[in-house]
Nanobody, 121 residues
Framework: VQLQASGGGLVQAGGSLRLSCAAS????????LGWFRQAPRKEQEFVAR???????YYADSMKGRFTISRDNARNTVYLQTNILKPEDTAVYSC????????????????WGQGTQVTVSS
Protein backbone atom coordinates (compact mmCIF):
# COMPACT_ATOMS: atom_id res chain seq x y z
CA VAL A 1 0.00 0.00 0.00
CA GLN A 2 1.25 3.44 -0.90
CA LEU A 3 -0.11 6.45 0.94
CA GLN A 4 0.01 10.12 -0.01
CA ALA A 5 -1.20 12.88 2.25
CA SER A 6 -2.33 16.27 0.97
CA GLY A 7 -4.39 19.27 1.97
CA GLY A 8 -2.02 21.02 4.31
CA GLY A 9 -1.27 24.71 4.18
CA LEU A 10 -1.06 27.98 6.07
CA VAL A 11 -4.13 28.97 8.07
CA GLN A 12 -4.89 31.50 10.78
CA ALA A 13 -5.70 30.39 14.29
CA GLY A 14 -9.34 29.36 14.52
CA GLY A 15 -9.39 28.21 10.92
CA SER A 16 -9.90 24.79 9.39
CA LEU A 17 -8.22 22.45 6.96
CA ARG A 18 -9.29 19.14 5.50
CA LEU A 19 -6.42 16.73 5.07
CA SER A 20 -6.66 13.77 2.71
CA CYS A 21 -4.65 10.60 2.41
CA ALA A 22 -5.04 8.61 -0.77
CA ALA A 23 -4.04 4.97 -0.85
CA SER A 24 -3.20 2.59 -3.62
CA UNK A 25 -4.39 -1.00 -3.71
CA UNK A 26 -7.67 -2.88 -3.78
CA UNK A 27 -7.97 -3.85 -0.12
CA UNK A 28 -8.26 -0.38 1.39
CA UNK A 29 -11.44 -1.24 3.27
CA UNK A 30 -9.61 -3.87 5.32
CA UNK A 31 -7.09 -1.43 6.81
CA UNK A 32 -7.03 0.46 10.04
CA LEU A 33 -5.87 3.98 9.21
CA GLY A 34 -4.22 6.51 11.43
CA TRP A 35 -3.08 10.12 11.40
CA PHE A 36 0.04 11.25 13.21
CA ARG A 37 1.85 14.56 13.42
CA GLN A 38 5.32 15.79 14.20
CA ALA A 39 6.07 19.34 15.20
CA PRO A 40 9.54 20.84 14.95
CA ARG A 41 11.88 19.56 17.65
CA LYS A 42 9.17 17.27 19.04
CA GLU A 43 8.47 13.57 18.81
CA GLN A 44 5.78 12.22 16.55
CA GLU A 45 2.40 12.00 18.24
CA PHE A 46 -0.82 10.14 17.55
CA VAL A 47 -3.75 12.19 16.30
CA ALA A 48 -6.60 9.83 15.37
CA ARG A 49 -7.41 6.46 13.88
CA UNK A 50 -10.33 4.76 12.17
CA UNK A 51 -10.77 1.01 12.06
CA UNK A 52 -12.17 -0.98 9.17
CA UNK A 53 -15.58 -1.04 10.84
CA UNK A 54 -15.56 2.75 11.16
CA UNK A 55 -14.75 2.94 14.85
CA UNK A 56 -12.79 6.10 15.59
CA TYR A 57 -10.41 7.10 18.36
CA TYR A 58 -8.74 10.44 19.06
CA ALA A 59 -5.94 11.84 21.12
CA ASP A 60 -7.42 13.86 23.97
CA SER A 61 -6.16 17.20 22.70
CA MET A 62 -7.90 16.68 19.34
CA LYS A 63 -11.29 15.53 20.59
CA GLY A 64 -14.05 17.88 19.52
CA ARG A 65 -11.81 19.69 17.02
CA PHE A 66 -10.63 16.97 14.63
CA THR A 67 -12.71 14.37 12.80
CA ILE A 68 -11.35 11.34 10.99
CA SER A 69 -13.38 9.64 8.29
CA ARG A 70 -12.87 7.27 5.40
CA ASP A 71 -14.27 6.75 1.93
CA ASN A 72 -13.52 3.20 0.89
CA ALA A 73 -14.83 3.78 -2.62
CA ARG A 74 -12.20 6.49 -3.09
CA ASN A 75 -9.44 4.72 -1.11
CA THR A 76 -9.09 7.85 0.96
CA VAL A 77 -9.00 8.75 4.62
CA TYR A 78 -9.68 12.30 5.75
CA LEU A 79 -8.84 14.42 8.73
CA GLN A 80 -11.06 17.47 9.21
CA THR A 81 -9.23 19.87 11.47
CA ASN A 82 -11.19 22.72 13.04
CA ILE A 83 -10.47 25.51 15.53
CA LEU A 84 -6.79 25.20 14.69
CA LYS A 85 -4.24 26.53 17.15
CA PRO A 86 -0.60 27.53 16.60
CA GLU A 87 0.41 24.42 18.57
CA ASP A 88 -1.24 22.30 15.87
CA THR A 89 1.55 23.33 13.51
CA ALA A 90 3.23 20.11 12.35
CA VAL A 91 3.75 17.70 9.50
CA TYR A 92 0.72 15.42 9.40
CA SER A 93 1.19 11.87 8.11
CA CYS A 94 -1.11 8.93 7.53
CA UNK A 95 -0.44 5.29 8.20
CA UNK A 96 -2.15 1.95 7.63
CA UNK A 97 -2.18 -1.60 8.94
CA UNK A 98 -4.29 -4.68 8.32
CA UNK A 99 -2.85 -6.62 11.24
CA UNK A 100 -4.46 -4.72 14.08
CA UNK A 101 -7.83 -3.09 14.72
CA UNK A 102 -6.35 -1.13 17.64
CA UNK A 103 -2.72 -0.60 16.67
CA UNK A 104 0.03 1.08 18.58
CA UNK A 105 2.20 3.47 16.62
CA UNK A 106 4.77 0.75 16.02
CA UNK A 107 2.09 -1.60 14.62
CA UNK A 108 1.46 0.43 11.50
CA UNK A 109 3.01 -1.19 8.42
CA UNK A 110 2.68 1.53 5.84
CA TRP A 111 3.44 5.23 6.12
CA GLY A 112 2.92 8.05 3.69
CA GLN A 113 4.82 11.27 3.26
CA GLY A 114 3.28 14.02 5.30
CA THR A 115 1.64 17.31 4.57
CA GLN A 116 2.64 20.50 6.36
CA VAL A 117 0.08 22.36 8.43
CA THR A 118 1.09 25.79 9.69
CA VAL A 119 -1.20 27.77 11.97
CA SER A 120 -0.41 31.44 12.47
CA SER A 121 -1.44 33.35 15.57
Amino acid sequence: VQLQASGGGLVQAGGSLRLSCAASGRTFSSYTLGWFRQAPRKEQEFVARISRDGTTYYADSMKGRFTISRDNARNTVYLQTNILKPEDTAVYSCAATRRFAVPRESDYDYWGQGTQVTVSS
